[in-house]
């Protein structure tokens, strides 16, 4: 966000709730483009939040208090002015770029799409889509995965919340996948293996880090679900689900009515996993140093799928980089025990 470059590199301390009834504990907050930072006092990373999606909860009174979007039970409490200004200043610019009845804008994309409207019926809703996805910025994409992801929690149940767990699961996302604005989410139920949301959020399920001895499955299943999420936009599902009344709706308006998120959270859990093309999928575990053999069992434990996977696995398990030391491991698969 260009209007915050002042707060560049902006730390500050602060009280954080990693859940509600949970002991608060000292934490560092570092302000970036598009999220909000979290790290324990040896700057281990505790968490990311959205910043399009940060509300607060006491307007006006000091130490100010921060939750990471509707319904959320974790929690942070700051005094730092420059902080609070900063957050402050976010959610004014997010509320001043949604687009208001009246305003040239307004007209200008109802305009836009009279024109589209009377070329064909047929050819609108294909490219009104792909318009639309083209045009919604990333803070968009944001909330609206923050809003997915809170439907998810109630239909699901809280995610594995183990501090130690989720520190390691988070460098390891960013090691394997080299998205740096990855969010992983490990859900005890509801997600049958791995899903990917709109604003960098991955869906995986517990089993993948508990069933397994070692990291390279959930490694793999975070690869493929980032080459699902390059290869198809995550807002074109959505689009598909809302149709072309919804994706009016989010063009003109930025937002999409709470039932349509519903449903669609409701129905993503239990929508079957999209294909990937086999070469991509290899070229893409070669490229990290990770075997594909162990995905490919994780998905079939015959082996009878995916055997293009276990016989061109490019990356040999005697060749495969440590992703985790032991102790890490460890601590990961305690992610939803502690």
């Given amino acids: 966000m260009t209007a915050l470059t002042k707060y560049d590199r902006l730390e500050a301390t602060a009280l954080w709730r990693p859940e509600e009834g949970a002991q608060r504990m000292d934490v560092l907050l570092s302000l970036g483009d598009a999220t909000l930072t979290i790290s324990d006092m040896r700057e281990n990373v505790l968490n990311h939040w959205s910043l399009p999606a940060i509300q607060r909860v006491n307007p006006g009174e000091r130490p100010a208090i921060f939750i990471p979007g509707e319904d959320a039970t974790e929690e942070l409490e700051t005094d730092d002015e420059d902080m609070i200004r900063a957050l402050e200043k976010v959610r004014k610019l997010i509320e001043r770029r949604r687009p208001h009845p009246g305003r040239l804008r307004h007209w200008v994309t109802a305009g836009a799409l009279l024109s589209l409207l009377l070329l064909t019926v047929f050819w609108l809703p294909g490219a009104l889509r792909s318009y639309t996805v083209s045009v919604v910025p990333e803070a968009t994409r944001a909330a609206l995965g923050q809003r997915i992801m809170a439907r998810i929690g109630r239909i699901t149940g ?17 090691n394997v996948t080299g998205n740096s604005a990855l969010h992983v989410v490990v859900l005890s139920s509801g997600v049958q293996t791995s899903k990917h949301l709109p604003g960098n959020i991955t869906l995986v399920n517990r089993a993948l880090i508990e069933d397994f001895e070692h990291p390279d499955v959930i490694a793999g299943f975070l690869l493929a679900e980032e080459l699902r999420r390059e290869t198809t936009d995550p807002l074109l599902p959505l689009l598909d689900h809302v149709e072309l009344r919804g994706t009016v709706r ?3 308006t930025g937002d999409l009515p709470d039932a349509s998120i519903d449903q669609y959270a409701e129905d993503i859990l239990i ?12 070229n893409r575990f070669g490229g990290q140093g990770v075997p594909s053999t162990p995905y490919a069992y994780a998905l079939d434990l015959t082996g009878e799928t995916t055997l293009d996977l276990i016989e061109a696995d490019p990356t040999p398990i005697t060749s495969a980089r440590d992703l985790l030391t032991d102790d890490d491991w ?3 698969q305690g992610i939803c025990g502690e």
């Avoid at 594995?160 to 699961?169: A, K, N, Q, T």
């Avoid at 929508?271 to 290899?282: E, M, N, V």
């Fill in 158 to 174: 809280q995610e594995c919340r183990g501090r130690d767990g989720r520190v390691v699961l988070s460098r390891l996302a960013r």
């Fill in 271 to 282: 929508a079957p996993q999209s294909d990937l093309p086999t070469t991509a999928l290899l």
């Fill in 330 to 332: 460890i601590r990961l």
């Fill in 250 to 252: 989010l063009l003109t």
